[in-house]
Structures are given as C-alpha cells and as structure tokens.
C-alpha cells in the first residue's frame, strides 16, 4: 500500500508533537508514560519550593512536586500538589517535609512514613513541615549565647557601677578609717591579751590556795560520811515507827473522798441537778442572748420612736392624754420596702467583709453608682424588724419605698399603705 505524501506529513507531524509534548514533560520532571498519585499539602511558606522540585523517600526520588497555588481561602497559605509516581503506598501519618539538599539552599521534599495501618488515597491531604534552613539554625544556636552574653555585660555594668561608686573619695576615706579602726582593736585586744597574762601571772599564788581550799572541802565531807550515814539511819527510824493501820486508814478516807468527788463531777458532767444542768444545758445561755438582743432592739425603737413608750400629759386638767399608736399599713403588691445601707462609686463584692456577715445583701447598680441593700419585704412592720436587726451593724440604715420599681418617697408609700 502506498503512503500519500499527506499522509506522511501528517504522521511525521503527529510523531513530533508527541515528542514534544513528551520532551516537555520530561524537563519539568514528568513522564507521561508512568502512572502518578497526586497528594496534597499545605504550607504557610514554601521557602523557594518550585515546581519539579525532586520528592524523595529515603533518599530515593519517588516523585516531584507538580503544582504550585494559593489557597482558595484567601488565607495566603499555599498549596503544594505532589505526584507519585513510586507504587509505594504512603501511611495514614506521612509527613511531607520541604529541606535543603545542599549548602546553597536547594529545596527537596522529604517524605516521611506514618506508622499508620491505613493507607492515603489518591488527592489526600498530607501532613506539611519545613525544615529550618542554615541561616535559622545558626540563629537558634547563637541567640541563646548572645542572651547570655547581654546578661553578662549588665551584670559587668552593675558590677563596674558598683565598684566605681565604692571607689569614690568618700568612700576610700571610710575604708581608711575602717583601717584605721581595726589596727586600733588589734592593738586593743594585744594589750587586753598582755593584761590577761600579768593577771594570771600575779594571781597564780591565790588560785593554788582556792585549788587547796576545794581539795580540804572534798577531804571534809568523806571524813563527814559517817555522820550523813547516822542521820539516814534516824530518818529511816521515824518512818518505821508511823503506825501502818493508821497510814491505811488515812489513804481509804483520802480514797473515800476522791471517789465522791468524782461521783459529783460525773453527776454534773451527765447534766444531773442544777449545776449540771447550768453547765451543760444552754439554753439559759440562749435565752440571756435573745434577751441581751431583745433590749437592744427595744431601746433602739424606744429612741427612735419614744412616742410608742412614753405619755405625754397635757395641762394638768385631771386626766391625762397618750399618744396615739402607729397605723396599721397594709400590703400593696406593687409596693416593695428595702432596708438601704449605702452606696458606693466602686462595686463590692457581696460577700466582702464591709458587710459584716450579714445574708441576702442585693445591689442596684443606678446612675453610675451601686445601691446596697440588706432586706426587702411588701409588709411595712416586716421590713421595720429587718432594719432593727440591721441597725445593729449598720446604724446609719434607712428604708427606701418603690413602687413598680421605681423609687418614691417613704411617707408617700406609707400613705398608700394606710388607705
């Protein structure tokens, strides 16, 4: 069969544009021939990363890196597609790590294995890492040096500072005198050394007659032995002459009396008779207390209302006229009374100790300041026995009325009340 020379043409053309394409390829590093898996990293910096760049697993080019591209998030980190073309499965776990090859900072991709059981599928996003390039890992290795570095020559700088500040005038005059005063102790502690000497030396003949005198006062009281025996003897026949029945007798008495002793500090220690019940029970104790705390609630009232207590008699005309009591006060349901304490431009903690251990403590906070308050209640005569108990603490309290939560005055809450 003849070819037409179309036709070879044609085929020549063809062939040449897939040895093209092919050579093409084959510079960047592909071979369209051999089947790849690509993956996926992702990087915040590639640090010169290019596309070709040589993938290698255990020293071993398995690949190379095929694409470069900013993230679609617009985040500017970069997106690294790698092709495989080594059967190798790659783990679960499997580290694609950007390192210089060489000295002049050559870039490869270094792939390390995961311990995984599960193998990445084809486009799965691999772990990334950057190694630290020359320049970084001289610089880890000497900041630290030049830290300590700094610190030394501060530390010389204080300690130049100090020195210079000590070898001042003044200061070299009272190391002079400081000098000074030292030779004056040495030659004080020579001549108090000297007069020691002459002491002992002067002394000598009385501390020979006191060394004698103790020697004839231990010589005395061996030759005294036998007198200091023969009073012994004497003690010892005082007591053999004391009667041992009247002994036992005077121990039972002492036994007798013990025991009922003990009997009584049991009876009263079980709350038995008065004085055990006075020790044990308290509820003497706790009534003398709400008495105590009665009184001073009464006398708190009586000063603050003497009108409740006290008769006033008109001119005397032959009777005599009383104060009329409170009124009564009915509840109203949108009329609340608060006991106030105080106000304060800082905000305290409720359970601060200004408050003195007092329970239920509310804050308001209004117009840029902090309301305070110890008790709330709808009844008027409720709220008033709060604010006697609060007064106790805090003499300066005082009631504040609202009505639908908002503050009116006291006499116009209490005139609602009384209707």
């Not at 093209?20 to 369209?32: E, H």
């Not at 003398?288 to 005309?317: C, W």
Request: aromatic fraction near 6%; charged fraction near 20%; proline fraction near 2%.
């Amino acid at each position: 069969m003849k070819i037409s020379k179309t036709s070879k043409i044609g085929i020549v053309l063809i062939i040449s544009f897939i040895a093209l394409v092919w050579g093409i390829n084959f510079l960047k590093g592909r071979d369209i021939f051999r089947t790849e898996k690509l993956y996926v990293a992702r990087y915040k910096n590639v640090g010169g990363l290019e596309v070709s760049t040589i993938v290698q697993l255990n020293g071993l080019k398995i690949g190379y890196v095929r694409e470069i591209y900013f993230a679609e998030d617009l985040t500017g980190d970069l997106i690294v597609k790698i092709a495989v073309t080594n059967k190798f499965p790659l783990p679960v776990g499997t580290i694609a790590e950007i390192a210089n090859s060489d000295l002049l900072g050559s870039k490869i991709v270094k792939i390390s294995l995961g311990k995984s059981a599960l193998f990445l599928q084809e486009n799965d996003t691999i772990k990334a890492k950057i190694e630290s390039d020359l320049m970084s890992q001289v610089t880890e290795q000497i900041a630290p040096i030049k830290a300590k570095a700094e610190r030394l020559i501060v530390s010389l700088d204080s300690i130049v500072s100090g020195v210079a500040l000590i070898l001042n005038s003044e200061s070299r005059r009272n190391i002079n005198r400081s000098i000074e005063q030292i030779s004056l102790t040495m030659e004080n502690l020579e001549q108090i050394s000297s007069d020691l000497s002459m002491v002992v030396g002067t002394q000598k003949t009385n501390l020979s007659a006191t060394i004698v005198n103790l020697k004839q006062m231990t010589d005395q009281l061996n030759s005294d032995s036998k007198l200091l025996e023969n009073i012994l003897k004497n003690f010892s026949m005082i007591s053999d002459s004391i009667n041992p029945t009247e002994l036992k007798s005077t121990m039972h008495h002492i036994n007798h009396s013990v025991s009922g002793l003990d009997t009584i500090l049991s009876n009263i220690n079980n709350s038995n008779g008065t004085l055990g019940l006075l020790i044990k029970d308290s509820t003497l104790y706790t009534r003398l207390a709400e008495t105590g705390d009665n009184m001073n609630q009464l006398l708190i009232d009586l000063r603050r209302n003497p009108h409740r207590y006290l008769k006033v008699s008109a001119f005397d005309f032959g009777k005599e006229v009383y104060l009329a009591p409170g009124a009564n006060y009915k509840t109203i349901e949108n009329i609340d009374f608060k006991v106030f304490l105080f106000s304060s431009t800082v905000k305290i903690p409720l359970n601060s100790p200004v408050f003195q251990g007092l329970s239920n403590v509310k804050e308001i906070s209004e117009n840029s300041k902090f309301l305070y308050f110890a008790g709330e209640e709808k009844s008027y005569d409720k709220v008033r026995s709060i604010l006697n108990r609060v007064q106790l603490s805090f003499p300066q309290a005082s009631l504040k009325a609202y009505q639908d939560n908002e503050e009116i005055s006291l006499k116009k809450a209490l005139k609602i009340c009384s209707k």
